[in-house]
């Protein structure tokens, strides 16, 4: 079915798309030109030259890759954390209803809030540094991924578990036989979310007085309008965001590849 | 049963069954008793909602009855059991293994390993002529295809009784005449008892022995028709007088039943 397709137009399919990626990518360097050139927002958009003139500026500032690395510290620290805690929970959650009932409406309540807007509190309470950032970046990626986890778990194919039993399957091999293997799915698109929610959180995250970092290095070249270099870390956080998601999907094909319909 | 002496097999006595619905209590069987002989192939018709499910599932061991008791080989049935297999209308294969490995999971929580395993898979997978597409994976496969595995993971867990709970309810006309006809010789060989719920006439006179008419809400059995017609049984079977005959009964006894559920 599927892959008398890609047997048909295997290379030239995978070029077309290689040639559409090239050409959203050059359209976007003429709209950002553009921009750089109008009155209204050229002092935002600097061209894309004055740009990327900045990487050996920033190098040279010694903060570069200081702040890459800060912030890939936080982010994966508190995401992992995140993960952590996120997957026993979303299995209580599924497995034990009064747990749930207590439980769901609390993350429910805390996801809707920006972390922007507590992050004072966890200030206050954990100090300044490296410990905020990682708690601040926790929670987020905490609520986003046990949801997800949780909503997979419980919409499992209720006859496969029935299967399963009727097959000889006890208690203990239909968790481990079934109703792992069935939440992988559900689990990686958490892990794909969660990541996504990292760096969206990385700003909110870094504004509890860190020392270096993407977040932080934006805001405080925002004190002497740099906008060259703050769009410099603008784009260094969206090429970040969209590797990770690829190498995440690309697990996903590899391990969930068996999936009857792809997930968004 | 044509005066033919036969073992009991299975024996459902007096099964109830109620729900607890939104408006209030719903009795989806009631008074149900039926014997299932060894070796024999029963059918069941009824219109949607007549409980036929929910007396599969019981038999299954998957549901209690709310009194009554089902007793499979003099043994009362609590839980499933490994002397009963289900195939479901949804295949309910595991999406994430493939043909192969699906039939090897009933084996596999038998504590059946290695080759020995490989072999039985191999058999069941043969029988239902599907060696090409041992490991292909369950999104390969066609509507018809997925039932066919599913009904080779059934044989291969060996189960003494067989329930099929609309097996072929959602595949197209000619894949499932020739599922029917697949079911039908392979029943002829190994005679293992069938107990087979449909919503079609056809489908239950040309498989069963017997056809039980299960009637609405609350579910009885409305009457169990003879098929007095012998086997080895075809599609032609289906031009014989006598099926013909039986067909309308059945219809009209069933038609009746379906009024009831609309009115």
């Not at chain 1, 990626?21 to 050139?37: G, H, N, R």
């Not at chain 2, 069954?17 to 009795?27: F, S, W």
């Not at chain 2, 292909?136 to 003494?160: C, D, F, T, W």
Request: glycine share 8%; hydrophobic share 45%.
């Amino acid at each position: 079915m599927a892959s008398d397709k890609a047997k048909k137009g295997g290379v030239s399919d995978k070029a077309r798309n290689w040639m559409w990626l090239a050409l959203s990518l050059a359209a976007a360097i003429i709209v950002w030109t553009i921009l750089s050139v109008l009155p209204s927002t050229s002092r935002s958009f600097p061209n894309i030259i004055v740009v990327f003139q900045q990487i050996p500026v920033m190098i040279e500032r010694g903060v570069l890759f200081k702040d890459i690395q800060s912030s890939l510290i936080s982010v994966g620290l508190g995401y992992l954390l995140g993960f952590v805690i996120a997957l026993p929970v979303a299995i209580l959650m599924a497995w034990y209803n009064p747990f749930r009932r207590i439980v769901e409406p609390w993350i429910q309540f805390i996801r809707n809030i920006p972390p922007l807007a507590y992050v004072p509190l966890i200030v206050i309470a954990a100090g300044v540094g490296r410990k905020p950032q990682v708690i601040v970046i926790t929670i987020a990626t905490f609520l986003i991924m046990c949801i997800t986890i949780y909503q997979g778990i419980i919409n499992i194919d209720e006859t496969l578990i029935k299967a399963a039993r009727v097959l000889g399957a006890k208690d203990k091999d239909i968790f481990i036989r079934v109703l792992a293997p069935a939440s992988l799915p559900f689990i990686l698109t958490a892990v794909r979310l969660g990541a996504s929610v990292a760096l969206t959180t990385l700003i909110a995250a870094e504004s509890t007085g860190a020392f270096a970092g993407l977040g932080m290095r934006i805001r405080s070249l925002n004190n002497n309008f740099e906008t060259a270099p703050m769009l410099l870390y603008i784009i260094i956080i969206g090429i970040i965001g969209i590797t990770v998601e690829k190498i995440i999907k690309l697990l996903e094909r590899k391990l969930t590849g068996w999936q009857e319909k792809r997930e968004i | 049963m044509a005066g033919e002496e036969r073992d009991i097999k299975v024996v459902i006595e007096d099964v109830r069954k109620t729900y607890q619905g939104r408006t209030g209590e719903v009795v989806a069987l009631n008074g149900v008793n039926l014997n299932i002989a060894d070796n024999e192939f029963v059918t069941v018709v009824g219109p949607s909602g007549c409980g036929k499910s929910t007396l599969l599932n019981i038999i299954a061991g998957l549901l209690e009855p709310t009194s009554g008791r089902v007793l499979c080989n003099g043994q009362e049935v609590h839980g499933t059991g490994k002397d009963r297999g289900v195939v479901f209308q949804q295949y309910a294969l595991f999406p994430w293994l493939t043909v192969k490995k699906n039939v090897l999971f009933p084996l596999d929580m038998r504590g059946i390993k290695g080759f020995a395993a490989e072999e039985i898979a191999m058999k069941y997978i043969k029988m239902v002529d599907l060696e090409k597409f041992a490991d292909h994976y369950p999104k390969e496969l066609s509507g018809g295809m997925k039932q066919r595995v599913a009904i080779a993971r059934a044989y291969a867990a060996n189960p003494e009784i067989l329930l099929m709970d609309e097996p072929f309810g959602a595949l197209d006309a000619q894949t499932r005449t020739q599922l029917q006809q697949e079911l039908l010789d392979t029943w002829e060989k190994e005679r293992k008892t069938c107990f087979f719920i449909t919503h079609d006439v056809d489908e239950a006179l040309i498989l069963g022995q017997r056809v039980v008419i299960m009637s609405a809400r609350p579910g009885r059995i409305k009457e169990i028709v003879d098929v007095d017609i012998p086997y080895p049984r075809n599609q032609e079977t289906k031009m014989d007088p006598h099926f013909l005959e039986l067909k309308n009964h059945i219809w009209s006894q069933v038609y009746q039943e379906y009024l009831e559920v609309r009115k």
